[in-house]
Antibody, heavy 116, light 109 residues
């Protein structure tokens, strides 16, 4: 069965960096585009970034452009989100999701808290 | 950027009633209607309900239906079951940034 498991979250100070990982299993990872979506506490969903199946194209929300980098290692079936220059407003649960028929499978989410 | 506006913000209904949720786009969603609907319950990840504006995802009951094209889309729940009370989001996934609406909460009246 399809599984997506995020890791790497936690508490980080403003201005610092953090890398999230999303380990995929149960499907051919290298055949699918992958997304990061976040949700601030008590708020709605915010799309963050997408990477094509082969890593050839990447797109970002304006709110994270220039600070976050999405990448993938198809040999390890793993998606990454490198976050730098973190701000308090980046505090959220971060989900990875597969793009099959829309975003058809989601991880359980990983909380990132940006606080001094 | 395509802005999606959902209405109403909150829908107060009783089990067995019909729910109609709206999602309006600021510009036409890419051809083949790359518009999806998700359900989210507290403490859970979102779950895909509808893709391509009107196709039900695997395992989704037929009381959920989607319709619309261009800039106006609708999610209908024909008869609300207790487990359907949740927050619903629309998303356009045809054009980056792949934006979400702000959500509609369906609550028990």
């Amino acid at each position: 069965q399809v599984q997506l498991v995020e890791s790497g979250g936690g508490v980080v100070q403003p201005g610092r960096s953090l890398r999230l990982s999303c380990a995929a299993s149960g499907f051919s990872f290298s055949s699918y585009g992958m997304h990061w979506v976040r949700q601030a506490p008590g708020k709605g969903l915010e799309w963050v970034a997408v990477i094509w199946y082969d890593g050839g194209n990447k797109y970002y929300a304006d709110s994270v452009k220039g600070r976050f980098t999405i990448s993938r290692d198809n040999s390890k079936n793993t998606l990454y989100l490198q976050m730098s220059s973190l701000r308090a407003e980046d505090t959220a649960v971060y989900y990875c999701a597969r793009e099959g028929l829309a975003l058809d499978y989601w991880g359980q989410g990983n909380l990132v808290t940006v606080s001094s | 950027e395509i802005v999606l506006t959902q209405s109403p913000g909150t829908l107060s209904l009783s089990p067995g009633e019909r729910a109609t949720l709206s999602c309006r786009a600021s510009q036409s969603v890419r051809s083949t209607n790359y518009l999806a609907w998700y359900q989210q319950k507290p403490g859970q990840a979102p779950r895909l309900l509808i893709y391509g504006a009107s196709s039900r995802a695997t395992g989704i009951p037929d009381r959920f239906s989607g319709s619309g094209s261009g800039t106006d889309f609708t999610l209908t729940i024909s008869r609300l079951e207790p487990e359907d009370f949740a927050v619903y989001y629309c998303q356009q996934y045809g054009t980056s940034p792949k934006t979400f609406g702000q959500g509609t909460k369906v609550e028990i009246k």
